[in-house]
């Protein structure tokens, strides 16, 4: 299914829709204030190996992200990190930055795997937060990248649908996506380092 949900003012009705098939353990293609990604529930096993075959990986060896709509929801994934990580990402957040945070136990579970960090995003992106509220509970995310030299991330959803449109349950049509993906902070260790330059200009 290709769904348009308009950034400026989304559909509940829309947003309904993909809230239901994330319940029913649905993937999805959906637009975020980088790149267009694929998206499931965090609590449906099922969908996130379907995640891990679209990207070619073992489910164990994913480094997938958590999409959360504020940061008071991190708790529930994460140990406790100091003040001035929380400073930075609350001043940061919502935007187009990935931190790398020190995972509690539940995370090794969703994953079936020894996995001790989480990579958290709080996208600046009206249709990426809606369904995250309106769901209750955070997205397993992946960035879509093309086998295209050139360009390295597709930015049209229609373009999306005719590639992916038989191996995911919907595709969201926010418009035209970014080419640049997230810039990831590791905050894991006791200095705070980028590790990717992307999209967005850090405020220390």
């Not at 559909?11 to 829709?17: A, P, V």
């Not at 001043?91 to 996995?115: V, Y």
Request: glycine share 6%.
């Amino acid at each position: 299914m290709l769904i348009k949900i308009y950034p400026d003012n989304p559909s509940f009705t829309d947003i309904r829709l993909v809230k239901e098939c994330l319940l029913d353990g649905g993937v999805i293609i959906y637009p975020t204030d980088t790149v267009y990604a694929f998206g499931c529930h965090s609590e449906k096993n099922k969908a996130i190996e379907r995640i891990s075959q679209l990207k070619g990986i073992k489910k164990k060896e994913a480094d997938f992200s958590f999409i959360f709509s504020e940061l008071s929801q991190l708790s529930s994934y994460t140990k406790n990190f100091d003040k001035i990580v929380f400073k930075l990402m609350k001043r940061n957040l919502p935007g187009p930055f990935t931190f790398i945070l020190n995972a509690n136990n539940n995370i090794p579970k969703i994953f079936n795997s020894k996995k001790k960090t989480i990579g958290i995003r709080i996208p600046n992106h009206p249709v990426a937060l809606e369904i995250i509220n309106q769901l209750g509970a955070p997205l397993i995310s992946s960035s879509i990248k093309n086998n295209d030299d050139i360009i390295e991330y597709n930015t049209d959803a229609e373009v999306l649908y005719e590639e992916f449109g038989d191996r995911v349950d919907m595709v969201i049509d926010g418009g035209y996506g970014d080419n640049q993906p997230s810039t990831i902070i590791d905050c894991t260790s006791n200095e705070i380092e980028i590790t990717r330059e992307g999209k967005g200009i850090l405020e220390w």
